[in-house]
């Protein structure tokens, strides 16, 4: 019995050696591009358009973030400040409200609750082309367009996040829902105290893909905000790449600027992404 433990112990060490290797190789090679990227940013223009291209950079310089920084037709922190209201509220909003509709449609039961969540549901597969124009109409009645809040109120409810958090929220044992109704708590006490923090790891999943997908929208921003100084980072970086086409450099340090925010927030958050995803595929 012990042998054949061994044994077998010792044929899975290989595999999983095998499999580790394999994606660090596919890992490195899905990264070459973005660390070109990153490199590039620190070249001379000449050396960037150099052939054969180089890898590192021969003659180190930071002349392209300084004038990125130093160019007047590009403030870049008033649309950092642009893309960050919008993330950042969406963000909260989707968060609170997912929350509070996947922790109902898991806890309680009501008339109409499975018709009304397969509706939700459904609303994911329409694609977003078929919304835009209806949308867009919306907005202009609601005097909206060219606002910021033009893209935080219509964002407020997610029907992924609902599925998200309604999935997760079956989980929480309905007997500490039930002791807390004993002792006298209400159903928003409840919520509040006992539910929102069970919620954790799916809340975070959910917080930094909502986040994420805001801070890169670019269609529908570029739709809805018509005037210059209210557009966010992913437009003005097509703007600016547009403006300087043929100067590499300066692009690739544009976009590296972009990007870095998010690159940043995921890398601080993948372990709760992770976390979150997983343990919300294991309910039932």
Request: cysteine-free.
């Amino acid at each position: 019995m012990v042998t054949s433990k061994r044994a077998t112990t010792a044929s899975i060490i290989p595999g999983r050696a095998l499999v580790y290797l394999i994606l660090i190789i596919g890992g490195l090679i899905a990264l070459i591009p973005f660390i070109w990227m990153i490199l590039a940013t620190f070249k001379t223009g000449a050396e960037v358009r150099q052939i054969p291209p180089t890898f590192f950079p021969q003659e180190f310089t930071l002349e392209n973030y300084k004038t990125i920084f130093s160019d007047e037709n590009l403030p870049l922190g008033l649309f950092y400040r642009n893309s960050l209201i919008i993330a950042l509220s969406n963000t909260l909003l989707v968060i609170l409200t997912s929350s509070l509709f996947g922790y109902i449609f898991a806890k309680h039961d009501f008339w109409g609750k499975r018709p009304f969540f397969w509706f939700i549901l459904a609303t994911m597969m329409i694609p977003f082309q078929v919304t835009m124009i209806p949308g867009y109409l919306i907005l202009v009645k609601l005097q909206l367009l060219n606002k910021l809040s033009g893209l935080i109120i219509p964002s407020a409810i997610s029907a992924f996040g609902i599925f998200l958090i309604t999935q997760f929220a079956k989980s929480i044992p309905n007997e500490m829902l039930d002791a807390a109704r004993v002792d006298g708590a209400g159903e928003w006490r409840i919520y509040r105290s006992i539910a929102l923090p069970q919620l954790g790891p799916a809340l975070a999943t959910l917080g930094m893909l909502t986040f994420m997908s805001n801070w890169n929208a670019y269609l529908w921003p570029l739709i809805v905000l018509t005037e210059q100084e209210k557009r966010t980072l992913p437009i003005i970086l097509t703007w600016y790449t547009t403006q300087h086409s043929n100067q590499i450099h300066l692009s690739m340090a544009a976009s590296v600027l972009v990007v870095l925010p998010i690159l940043l927030v995921f890398l601080l958050a993948q372990r709760w992404i992770i976390r979150g995803i997983s343990l919300t595929g294991m309910k039932g």
